[in-house]
């Protein structure tokens, strides 16, 4: 068996096979949204996971196929596949981790926002099915617009008298692969060793990547380098979209990051030390009361929000830019969960 050492730069390993599975405990994953273009890949990838048990696949329509393939590989994990909102509760009942990938995609000209009207809905009727029935479940929130759907997941569970503000994720993390990938090519330096945190949210200018403190340093990178690269990594998703010419938005690199996330939280349940992934939490770090950074996963989920670290001058006008935009997708979340 592969055990991996705990630290977030190990995590691109995860789907090496492993035959283990007495070690560790038993625990139970749903994708909601898994006969999607995120939900299937990431169905498969999660299959590969031998911290994963039970995987449970739901959507709406077309599980059944989906789960049955998935079933095949002779991995850890049991595999069902639920259609249809009458087979929900089943899906997620005893959950440990709920992953949502559920909602429409942008196609080109689409900000996150426009998919508000008919992801918010979709995301509030899901989270009141997990207050339901997985109400200790940890929540991965990819559905977009994330800087949005996370506040109103948190109002739902908190209208449920569920909420744990230590459970909730918005999962950024392909905005961190993102700036890696791209960081490693213009710093001449192996991306397999990269680090960079992203903080902020997750559209636009609110996607605020810290390449001063980017690991290894790399060759030096001028204003303007630095400038081009945190653009490029703002306008990652749009440069997918634009390529995809309305067949959707990034799926195969988001169902990476997705269960790399998915993995540093099963890790952190199980009680693995020291890892931290950069997620979109409820916060205390600005102003603001959700905002993505550096996080310590731990047996209860979020053990510590990490702080910001020191930013330089442009990372501080971007974070004073981003804070506006940022405050009024809070506040529509909230305002229509609340309707
Ligand atoms: P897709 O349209 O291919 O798949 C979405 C799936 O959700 C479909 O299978 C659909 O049947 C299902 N669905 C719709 N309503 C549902 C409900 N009430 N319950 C369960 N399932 C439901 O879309 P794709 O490309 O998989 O994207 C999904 C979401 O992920 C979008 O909102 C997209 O914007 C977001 N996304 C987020 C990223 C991030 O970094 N957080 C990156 C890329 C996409």
């Given at each position: 068996a592969?055990?991996?050492?705990?630290?977030?730069?190990?995590t691109?390993h995860?789907v090496?096979?492993?035959?283990?599975?007495?070690?560790h405990?038993?625990?139970?994953?749903?994708?909601l949204?898994?006969?999607?273009?995120?939900?299937?890949p990431?169905?498969?990838?999660?299959?590969?996971n031998?911290?994963?048990?039970?995987?449970?696949?739901?959507?709406?329509?077309g599980?059944l196929?989906?789960?049955?393939d998935v079933?095949?590989?002779?991995?850890r994990s049991?595999?069902?596949?639920?259609?249809?909102?009458?087979?929900l509760?089943q899906?997620?009942?005893g959950?440990?981790?709920?992953?949502?990938p559920?909602?429409?995609?942008?196609?080109p000209?689409?900000t996150?926002d426009?998919?508000?009207?008919?992801?918010?809905?979709?995301?509030k009727?899901l989270?009141?099915?997990?207050?339901?029935?997985?109400p200790?479940?940890?929540?991965?929130?990819?559905?977009?617009?994330?800087n949005?759907?996370?506040?109103?997941?948190?109002?739902v569970?908190?209208k449920?008298?569920t909420?744990?503000?230590?459970?909730l994720f918005?999962?950024?993390?392909?905005d961190?692969?993102r700036?890696?990938?791209?960081?490693?090519?213009?710093a001449?330096?192996?991306v397999?060793?990269?680090?960079?945190?992203?903080v902020?949210?997750?559209?636009g200018?609110?996607?605020l990547?810290l390449?001063?403190?980017?690991?290894?340093?790399?060759?030096?990178?001028?204003?303007?380098e630095?400038?081009?690269l945190?653009?490029r990594t703002q306008?990652?998703?749009?440069?997918v979209?634009e390529?995809k010419?309305?067949k959707?938005?990034?799926?195969?690199?988001m169902a990476y990051?997705?269960?790399?996330f998915?993995d540093?939280?099963?890790?952190?349940?199980?009680?693995?030390?020291n890892?931290?992934?950069?997620?979109y939490?409820?916060?205390?770090i600005?102003?603001l009361?959700?905002?993505?950074?550096k996080?310590?996963l731990?047996?209860?989920?979020?053990e510590?929000?990490?702080?910001?670290?020191?930013l330089?001058d442009?990372?501080?006008e971007?974070?004073?830019n981003?804070k506006?935009?940022?405050?009024?997708s809070?506040?529509k979340?909230i305002?229509?969960?609340?309707?």
């Amino acid at each position: 068996a592969i055990r991996r050492a705990s630290s977030s730069s190990t995590t691109s390993h995860i789907v090496r096979r492993s035959y283990a599975s007495g070690s560790h405990p038993e625990r139970k994953v749903a994708v909601l949204g898994a006969a999607g273009g995120i939900g299937q890949p990431l169905a498969l990838l999660m299959k590969l996971n031998p911290l994963v048990s039970s995987l449970s696949l739901y959507d709406i329509a077309g599980t059944l196929g989906v789960a049955a393939d998935v079933s095949h590989i002779n991995t850890r994990s049991e595999v069902k596949g639920y259609t249809g909102e009458d087979q929900l509760g089943q899906a997620l009942e005893g959950c440990d981790l709920v992953i949502i990938p559920a909602g429409v995609p942008r196609k080109p000209g689409m900000t996150r926002d426009d998919l508000f009207n008919i992801n918010a809905g979709i995301v509030k009727g899901l989270a009141a099915a997990i207050a339901k029935y997985c109400p200790n479940a940890l929540v991965n929130m990819i559905s977009n617009p994330v800087n949005s759907t996370v506040p109103i997941a948190a109002e739902v569970f908190k209208k449920a008298e569920t909420y744990d503000e230590k459970k909730l994720f918005g999962v950024t993390t392909l905005d961190v692969v993102r700036a890696k990938t791209f960081y490693a090519g213009k710093a001449g330096v192996h991306v397999a060793d990269v680090n960079v945190p992203v903080v902020g949210g997750h559209a636009g200018v609110t996607i605020l990547p810290l390449f001063s403190q980017a690991t290894p340093a790399g060759s030096n990178l001028s204003d303007e380098e630095i400038k081009a690269l945190t653009k490029r990594t703002q306008d990652g998703g749009t440069e997918v979209v634009e390529a995809k010419a309305g067949k959707g938005s990034a799926t195969l690199s988001m169902a990476y990051a997705g269960a790399v996330f998915a993995d540093a939280c099963l890790k952190g349940l199980n009680g693995v030390p020291n890892i931290v992934e950069c997620s979109y939490v409820q916060s205390t770090i600005t102003d603001l009361p959700f905002f993505a950074s550096k996080v310590r996963l731990g047996k209860n989920g979020v053990e510590e929000v990490l702080g910001l670290g020191n930013l330089s001058d442009f990372e501080k006008e971007g974070l004073e830019n981003l804070k506006a935009e940022l405050k009024s997708s809070i506040e529509k979340g909230i305002k229509f969960a609340n309707s």
